[in-house]
């Protein structure tokens, strides 16, 4: 069985990292995009449009630049750390133009099914079926499938869950169709979830309503972008030394630990919260621009009621950030609904496990606490490896008889999995023998993507300058004004030979207790 043809759904973040890769490999991708541009859930529209991911126009992403870019293409080091979703879009454009993806690309082209072709226990082989612009229906056969076709189109709306509602006078709706805070000037309105999408809504909408009420059935940790000294959270938490920390040090203490921090910041009981990143919304409580409530139970004629038996009356508006239904219509109801209850968002499966050739992968399909655009190529690079026969499809060996889930179950071992079995994870200890200086960024620093193109397939010969300057592009955006800088002398306790020698002495002891190859996997 040799795979040549690869059909790619979607042409978003994820849809061009693998018709990317493809090429890199050495495949033929063909890229199906229903709309006539790329950018996926990142590309604003004015109105939301059937059956597609829709965003509101002020969205920013709460992931920085250097942690979330393509492994091999830095963000442009003036662009801010937290984009805007129409900076986003533009590296988008950027990296299509620079590896010439969008000749790969059929736009205004919708799959309509893939299902196995007659003899797919041969050839693996999979019948795709697309209708174009013109309303011409097409069929293709291709050797593999990538799907990147996202989850966040089929908006969840549990209006019957509430009593009352169809005697409401206000509007209810789902966020897949909020774009601005403009139509609620001067109105009250009620915001249901408090998720990344519902935290933000509401402090937008509070800036210019008369009064905003955000309902939680519980309270969240809020996280804000923003880490000391004013640099990106995820690029001052997201390393390796403080994850073998986490695996060295006890749960309850990093757990105290972190609960300390945030409520330094602002008493989460206090501010009726109890991770959620948003910088901006215990300002607006703070402010009484915004009030906490709980969870909601029922709607009343003009109003609605809450689970503490609390009552608000002239609502002109309920906004519900209740999340999505997961489906893939152009597969068969049976493989769709295998493949979310496989790809669930603590087991990121590529592989859908009854398949009898793994020629078909989900990419992009999880959840975890850090950038999903890295994952989600790691995930592509996997996947491609796969098809051509370089590497083992080892997903199966997850899977019990009565088919659930067992062994490694959480995104962190997945992860660990992707990178193994792409052969692209950094050997430490040759590292810090053969360059210190990069091996103190890499232990200590930020675990920024360019990590796994140092080595392996798919090596960038940028990647080790790309590491080393990741620091400078984000200091880039600040520079608009020039300010003295005070003279300074670097401490003698972050010279990068005297860390390289405790490095290599801390981990002399680690191998002498024979631990750390099970930690250095795990941070992987």
């Given at each position: 069985?040799?795979?040549?043809?690869?059909?790619?759904?979607?042409?978003?973040?994820s849809?061009?990292?693998?018709?990317?890769?493809?090429?890199?490999?050495?495949?033929?991708p063909?890229?199906?995009?229903s709309?006539?541009?790329?950018?996926?859930?990142?590309r604003?529209k004015e109105s939301p449009?059937?059956?597609?991911?829709?965003?509101?126009?002020?969205?920013v992403?709460?992931?920085?630049?250097?942690?979330?870019?393509?492994?091999?293409f830095?963000t442009?080091?003036?662009?801010?750390?937290?984009?805007?979703?129409?900076?986003?879009?533009?590296?988008?454009?950027?990296?299509?133009?620079?590896?010439?993806?969008?000749?790969?690309?059929?736009?205004?082209?919708?799959?309509?099914?893939?299902?196995?072709?007659?003899?797919?226990?041969?050839?693996?082989q999979?019948?795709?079926?697309?209708?174009?612009?013109?309303?011409?229906?097409?069929?293709?056969?291709f050797?593999?499938?990538?799907?990147?076709?996202g989850?966040?189109?089929?908006p969840?709306l549990?209006?019957?869950?509430?009593?009352?509602?169809?005697n409401f006078?206000?509007?209810?709706f789902?966020s897949?169709?909020?774009k601005?805070?403009?139509?609620?000037?001067g109105?009250?309105?009620?915001?249901v979830?408090?998720?990344?999408?519902?935290?933000?809504?509401?402090?937008?909408?509070?800036?210019s309503?008369?009064?905003?009420?955000?309902?939680?059935?519980?309270?969240?940790?809020?996280?804000?972008?923003?880490?000391?000294?004013?640099?990106?959270?995820?690029?001052?938490?997201?390393t390796r030394?403080?994850?073998?920390?986490?695996?060295?040090?006890?749960?309850?203490?990093i757990?105290?630990a972190?609960?300390?921090?945030?409520?330094?910041?602002?008493?989460h009981?206090?501010y009726?919260?109890?991770p959620?990143?948003?910088?901006?919304?215990?300002?607006?409580?703070?402010l009484?621009?915004?009030?906490?409530k709980?969870?909601?139970?029922?709607f009343?004629?003009?109003?609605?009621?809450?689970?503490?038996?609390?009552v608000?009356?002239?609502?002109?508006?309920?906004?519900?950030?209740?999340?999505?239904?997961?489906?893939f219509p152009?597969?068969?109801?049976?493989l769709?609904?295998?493949?979310?209850?496989?790809?669930?968002?603590?087991?990121?499966?590529l592989?859908?496990?009854?398949?009898q050739?793994p020629?078909?992968?989900?990419?992009?399909?999880?959840?975890?606490?850090?950038?999903?655009m890295p994952?989600?190529?790691?995930?592509?690079?996997?996947a491609?490896?796969?098809?051509t026969?370089?590497?083992l499809h080892t997903?199966?060996?997850?899977?019990?008889?009565?088919?659930?889930?067992?062994?490694?179950?959480?995104?962190?071992?997945?992860?660990?999995?992707?990178?193994?079995?792409?052969?692209?994870?950094?050997n430490?200890?040759?590292?810090?023998?053969?360059?210190?200086?990069?091996?103190v960024?890499v232990?200590?620093g930020?675990?920024t993507?360019?990590?796994?193109?140092?080595?392996?397939?798919?090596q960038w010969?940028?990647?080790?300058?790309?590491?080393?300057?990741?620091?400078?592009?984000?200091?880039?955006?600040?520079?608009?004004?020039?300010?003295?800088?005070?003279?300074?002398?670097?401490?003698?306790?972050?010279?990068?030979?005297?860390l390289?020698?405790?490095g290599?002495?801390?981990?002399?002891?680690?191998?002498?207790?024979?631990?750390?190859?099970?930690?250095l996997h795990?941070?992987a």
């Amino acid at each position: 069985m040799t795979v040549r043809r690869v059909a790619v759904v979607g042409a978003g973040s994820s849809g061009l990292a693998c018709i990317k890769i493809c090429i890199d490999e050495g495949l033929e991708p063909v890229c199906f995009e229903s709309s006539d541009d790329i950018g996926g859930l990142w590309r604003f529209k004015e109105s939301p449009e059937p059956e597609r991911s829709s965003i509101y126009r002020g969205l920013v992403v709460n992931t920085s630049k250097e942690m979330m870019c393509f492994s091999d293409f830095p963000t442009p080091a003036d662009f801010p750390n937290y984009m805007h979703n129409s900076q986003l879009l533009q590296y988008f454009r950027l990296y299509a133009e620079h590896f010439n993806l969008l000749k790969h690309i059929h736009f205004q082209t919708t799959v309509k099914s893939v299902t196995q072709t007659a003899d797919f226990s041969e050839t693996g082989q999979w019948e795709v079926v697309t209708i174009n612009k013109n309303g011409d229906w097409v069929r293709h056969v291709f050797d593999a499938v990538l799907v990147c076709s996202g989850h966040y189109t089929h908006p969840v709306l549990p209006l019957s869950d509430f009593p009352g509602y169809k005697n409401f006078s206000g509007r209810c709706f789902h966020s897949w169709e909020y774009k601005d805070a403009d139509a609620y000037r001067g109105k009250r309105v009620v915001v249901v979830g408090i998720g990344n999408s519902g935290g933000d809504i509401a402090v937008e909408i509070s800036r210019s309503a008369e009064k905003t009420f955000l309902s939680s059935r519980k309270g969240a940790w809020v996280v804000g972008r923003m880490s000391t000294n004013g640099l990106p959270l995820d690029m001052t938490a997201i390393t390796r030394f403080s994850y073998l920390l986490t695996l060295l040090l006890p749960k309850a203490l990093i757990n105290w630990a972190a609960e300390r921090a945030l409520n330094y910041k602002y008493d989460h009981r206090l501010y009726g919260l109890s991770p959620l990143i948003n910088d901006d919304l215990p300002g607006r409580v703070l402010l009484g621009g915004l009030v906490m409530k709980a969870n909601l139970r029922g709607f009343v004629d003009s109003g609605v009621v809450f689970e503490d038996g609390t009552v608000e009356e002239n609502i002109d508006a309920v906004v519900f950030c209740t999340g999505y239904r997961g489906t893939f219509p152009f597969l068969p109801p049976a493989l769709s609904a295998l493949c979310f209850y496989f790809c669930l968002p603590t087991n990121p499966l590529l592989f859908p496990p009854s398949l009898q050739h793994p020629t078909l992968a989900i990419v992009g399909l999880f959840q975890t606490k850090g950038p999903i655009m890295p994952i989600a190529e790691m995930q592509a690079r996997w996947a491609v490896k796969v098809f051509t026969g370089k590497t083992l499809h080892t997903v199966l060996h997850t899977v019990t008889k009565g088919g659930n889930v067992i062994g490694m179950s959480s995104v962190q071992k997945f992860i660990l999995d992707f990178y193994l079995q792409v052969g692209v994870r950094p050997n430490f200890l040759l590292l810090l023998l053969r360059d210190p200086v990069l091996w103190v960024k890499v232990v200590f620093g930020p675990c920024t993507p360019y990590q796994y193109r140092l080595t392996g397939p798919g090596q960038w010969a940028g990647a080790r300058h790309a590491i080393l300057t990741q620091w400078k592009r984000v200091a880039q955006p600040f520079k608009t004004r020039a300010v003295p800088e005070p003279e300074t002398r670097a401490s003698v306790l972050f010279n990068p030979w005297l860390l390289a020698l405790g490095g290599s002495l801390i981990m002399t002891m680690l191998l002498s207790r024979n631990k750390i190859s099970l930690l250095l996997h795990s941070a992987a």
